[in-house]
C-alpha cells in the first residue's frame, strides 16, 4: 500500500459532522454541544463503530428470529423449554463467583439518567442504583447524550446539581448505591447515529460509550477491580445472551482487562426467556450476576406472546399480581435457577409512591409494598426493586429482618421444590374479571404516559405509582386484544363488549378528564392530543405493534444535518 505522502498528496482533513470529530462511515445528526462532544469522541465513537460493524449481522439475525418465534405463535403454537438444550438445563455448572462489591444487593433504585435524579438514587440508601437509558428514559438525542455526561460525572465522583428554585446544590454523599447501567433493548435504534448509512443499535451505543469513558475509574471507585455493571433487557432467548458476552469479551480485550470483569444481570422480562433462564446464564456464566423478576414487561410479553390466542385473555391489569400461579411459578424458577447457579434472584418493582397528603392511604400504600417484599424475601429472593427513595428504609426493613447480615440467600435458600415447575404452570391461564374501570385505566395511563414520553419525561408519577414504558405497553396491549376479541366486561354485571364504538367513546370522556385533573393550561400545552392519536391507532391497528416506542420514536428525534453547531 502506498502512503499518502509519497505521491505528494497530503493526509485527509478530519471528518466532522454536525460539528463533531468522527472516524470514517460515522454521520451524526444530533445537535451539537460542547459538552456532548465531550463524549463523543472519535476514539469512543471508534469503538461503537467496532462494535457495530462486528455484530450488526448477529443482532438482524437475532430480530429475525424473533419474527419467526411469533409467527409460530400467532399460528397456535406455545413457547416451552427447548429440548436441543436440555443437556444445558440438566448440567451440573455454576456461574463465576459473584464480585464481593456486588455481593449484598438487598434493595436497588432505579431511574432515568437525570442528573438530579442519579445524585438522590446514589445517596438514597440502596444498595445498587440501576441508572436507565431504558423504559425509565425517552430517548431524545438530549436525554441520551446528557445522561451520559451525567454518568461520567457520577463514576468520578464529581457529579453536582443546584437547584435555582430551591436554592439547594445537590452532590454525592461519602457512601453511596454501586452503580448498574441498563442499555436500551436489541430491538431499538439510535437513529441520530448512523454508521455505514444504516442507524446504530441503540444498546451498543449506549454501552459503548459509557464503557469507553468510565471503565477505568468505575473499577477503581466503585468495583473493587470489578465491573462495570450492568443490567441487560428484553431479551427472549439465549442466542441474545451470547451476543452480550460476544460484546463483553470485546470490550474487556479493548480494554485490556480481565475476562470477567464486566458483570451483568439479566431480566427476566418475557414469556418466552422464561424457558430459556438457565441457558441464559450459561452463555452469560463468565459475566453473569443473576436474574431479575422484570414483573410489568412480562405481562406486557404474555399478552403479546398470545395476541393470536383468544382463549388467553387477561383479566385487568390490577388482578394480575405475583398471586397469579403464572406469575408465581416464574419466580419460584428463577429463584431455583439463579441459586443453583450461585447468582443472585432479584425480586421485582415495587412502584408505588409516598402520598405526602393523605397519611391514611400513604401507610394502605407502605402495607402493600411490605407484604410484597415479605413474599419475595421469604420465597428466596436476594433483594428487590424500589421506583422512589421514599421506599428504600421499609424495603431494606423487610429484607433485613429475614436475612440478617447475611449478603443474600444463593446458599441458603434453594428452592428444590420448584424443580418441578412444568411448562403449564408457566402458561396457566390468568384468573379474574374485565371491567369498565380496567378499560378506562388502561386508557387514561396510556395516553399521559405517552405525552409525558413525547416530551421527553419516561419515568412518570401517575395515581401513585411511578410508571414507566412496561405499564403503558400493558395499557396498550390489552386494550388491543380486548378490542381484537370484543371482550366481554364480565366484572360489571353489565355483559358490554368491547368494540371500537365503546372504545372511541371511553377516549373521549378519559381526554376530559385528564383535562380536569392536569388542569386546562398543562392540557394544552402538553402533548395529549397526540398521544391520544398515536394510542387510538396502536389500540385499533389490525396488527399489533412489537412495542410502542418504536412507533412514538419517531416523533422525537430531531435532524441537525446541516452541521450548524449550537453551543
Known amino acids: 500500500m502506498i502512503g499518502l505522502e509519497s505521491n505528494g498528496c497530503s493526509a485527509p482533513a478530519p471528518m466532522k459532522t454536525n460539528g463533531y470529530d468522527v472516524p470514517e462511515g460515522v454521520d451524526i445528526r444530533g445537535r451539537f454541544d460542547v459538552e456532548f462532544a465531550g463524549v463523543l469522541t472519535k476514539e469512543a465513537l471508534r469503538f461503537v463503530v467496532d462494535l457495530q460493524r462486528e455484530f450488526r449481522n448477529h443482532i438482524k439475525y437475532a430480530m429475525e428470529c424473533r419474527r419467526e418465534a411469533k409467527r409460530r405463535y400467532n399460528e397456535g403454537a406455545l413457547p416451552g423449554f427447548d429440548p436441543a438444550t436440555r443437556y ?3 448440567g451440573q455448572w455454576t456461574c463465576a463467583p459473584v464480585p464481593p462489591s456486588v455481593a449484598d444487593r438487598k434493595v436497588e433504585i432505579t431511574g432515568p439518567v437525570e442528573r438530579k435524579m442519579i445524585i438522590n438514587a446514589l445517596n438514597s440508601g440502596a444498595k445498587v442504583f440501576m441508572a436507565d437509558f431504558e423504559d425509565a428514559l425517552s430517548p431524545s438525542w ?40 441498563r442499555p436500551r433493548g436489541w430491538h431499538l435504534p439510535e437513529a441520530q447515529i448512523l454508521i455505514d448509512g444504516e442507524p446504530a443499535t441503540g444498546c451498543l451505543v ?8 468510565n471503565h477505568a475509574a468505575f473499577r477503581k471507585s466503585q468495583g473493587q477491580g470489578f465491573g462495570p455493571f450492568f443490567y441487560l433487557p428484553k431479551m427472549e432467548n439465549s442466542r441474545e445472551a451470547r451476543i452480550w458476552n460476544s460484546v463483553f469479551e470485546r470490550a474487556e480485550k479493548m480494554a485490556g482487562i480481565e475476562k470477567g470483569s464486566i458483570r451483568a444481570t439479566v431480566l427476566i422480562e418475557t414469556l418466552p426467556a422464561v424457558f430459556q433462564m438457565d441457558e441464559i446464564l ?17 405481562i406486557f410479553s404474555y399478552v403479546k406472546t398470545f395476541q393470536g390466542h383468544p ?42 409512591i409516598p402520598i405526602r397528603d ?3 392511604a400513604n401507610e394502605a400504600a407502605f402495607d402493600l409494598v411490605r407484604k410484597d417484599k415479605l413474599r419475595e424475601v ?6 428487590t426493586w424500589a421506583a422512589h427513595p421514599g421506599l428504600i428504609q421499609a424495603c431494606m426493613e423487610v429484607f433485613t429482618n429475614t436475612m440478617g447480615d447475611s449478603p443474600n440467600q444463593i446458599e441458603t435458600v434453594k428452592r428444590e421444590d420448584a424443580s418441578g415447575v412444568t411448562e403449564d404452570d408457566l402458561l396457566q391461564r390468568p384468573r379474574g374479571v374485565r371491567t369498565m374501570e380496567g378499560l378506562r385505566l388502561n386508557t387514561r395511563v396510556g395516553i399521559q404516559y405517552l405525552a409525558a414520553w413525547l416530551t421527553g419525561a419516561g419515568s412518570v408519577p401517575l395515581y401513585n405509582l411511578m410508571e414507566d414504558a412496561a405499564t403503558a405497553e400493558i395499557s396498550r396491549v ?16 353489565l355483559g358490554v363488549r368491547v368494540n371500537r364504538e365503546l372504545f372511541g367513546r371511553v377516549v373521549e370522556e378519559e381526554m376530559g378528564r385528564i383535562e380536569r385533573e392536569v388542569g386546562k393550561e398543562k392540557f394544552k400545552k402538553g402533548m395529549y392530543k397526540e398521544a391520544c392519536k398515536i394510542f387510538i391507532r396502536q389500540c385499533t391497528a389490525s396488527t399489533l405493534d412489537d412495542f410502542l416506542t418504536l412507533d412514538a420514536y419517531n416523533h422525537i428525534v430531531i435532524h441537525h444535518p446541516n452541521g450548524q453547531p449550537k453551543l
Open 88 to 90: 444445558i438445563r440438566e
Open 142 to 181: 438530549e436525554n441520551l447524550m446528557r445522561g451520559q455526561v451525567n454518568l461520567k460525572d457520577a463514576v468520578n465522583g464529581t457529579i453536582m446539581f443546584t437547584d435555582k428554585a430551591r436554592n439547594r446544590v445537590y452532590k454525592l454523599n461519602d457512601e453511596t448505591a454501586k452503580l448498574f447501567v
Open 206 to 213: 449506549d454501552f459503548g460509550l459509557y464503557f469507553y469513558h
Open 282 to 298: 450459561y452463555e452469560l456464566r463468565d459475566h453473569s450476576v443473576g436474574l431479575n423478576c422484570g414483573r410489568w414487561d412480562y
Open 311 to 352: 382463549d388467553r385473555l387477561l383479566p385487568d391489569r390490577v388482578q394480575v399480581g405475583m398471586a397469579q400461579h403464572f406469575m408465581k411459578s416464574y419466580s419460584d424458577l428463577l429463584i431455583r435457577t439463579c441459586h443453583r447457579r450461585g447468582v443472585h434472584a432479584m425480586g421485582g418493582m415495587a412502584a408505588q
Open 358 to 360: 393523605d397519611p391514611t
Open 378 to 383: 421469604k420465597a428466596g429472593h436476594d433483594g
Open 478 to 493: 390489552q386494550n388491543w386484544q380486548w378490542l381484537k376479541y370484543g371482550v366481554e366486561l364480565d366484572g360489571d354485571g
